[in-house]
């Protein structure tokens, strides 16, 4: 993914979890929004690459509407605010419902991925 692209992916994630994009139908495996999965996902292994996407967020499929770099990092940024402090966020169209602790985990590990991308 480019850097535009990247960026409105990981938001999107985000907007999926606040509720801002509603919920859809969960997507992959049931095994995923197990207890066993999400912790063998998100605790003992690096995020593979070319791992499956929820479809919302596929920008091979839906392209990228970034027209400011600056402005997609600093919505990113804000988003990332806004998260943090929530008791409760949507489930995931993969992974469900989950908790505060897997919700952060995901996302840094989501964010750590797309960002290792782009530099060490």
Not at 62 to 79: F, P, R, T
Not at 95 to 104: E, I
Request: charged content about 20%; some cysteine; hydrophobic content about 35%.
């Amino acid at each position: 993914m480019s850097l535009p692209e990247t960026l409105e992916h990981c938001s999107i994630q985000l907007k999926k979890a606040l509720g801002i994009i509603p919920e859809t139908a969960y997507e992959g495996p049931s095994m995923y929004r197990t207890s066993f999965g999400r912790w063998v996902l998100f605790y003992t292994m690096p995020w593979p690459k070319g791992a499956a996407t929820p479809s919302q967020m596929n920008m091979l499929h839906n392209g990228s509407s970034v027209a400011d770099i600056q402005d997609s990092i600093q919505e990113l940024l804000d988003l990332l605010e806004k998260v943090q402090p929530q008791d409760h966020l949507n489930p995931h169209p993969f992974f469900g419902k989950m908790g505060k602790k897997d919700w952060g985990r995901l996302i840094w590990k989501h964010l750590d991925h797309h960002l290792r991308q782009f530099g060490n």
